[in-house]
């Protein structure tokens, strides 16, 4: 029997895609890029659909990063 995991936790985003917690808090913020069930107790939960845009994501926010110059020796 295969189980097929169907709700991930904000740490299980984390070591799937690499992005750290706090970068997922601030992206479903900022560029409301998620948005999370929660439990009664306020936690976090993310379906499987949740977890494809995150996939994707990170690659598209290098384009509103700032770049800044670096100094010459």
């Known amino acids: ?3 097929t995991k169907t709700a991930f936790t904000i740490k299980d985003l984390e ?5 750290k917690t706090h ?3 601030i992206w479903e913020k ?3 890029l ?3 069930e929660r439990t009664k107790s306020n936690i976090r939960y ?28």
Do not use: A, C, D
């Open 46 to 73: 993310y379906s499987n659909s949740s977890l494809m845009p995150l996939l994707g994501y990170p690659s598209k926010v290098g384009q509103y990063k700032t770049s800044y110059p670096t100094q010459s020796r």
């Open 1 to 3: 029997m295969e189980f």
């Open 15 to 19: 070591n799937i895609s690499g992005v």
């Open 34 to 36: 998620l948005s999370p």
């Open 23 to 25: 970068t997922i808090r």
């Open 30 to 32: 900022r560029y409301n």
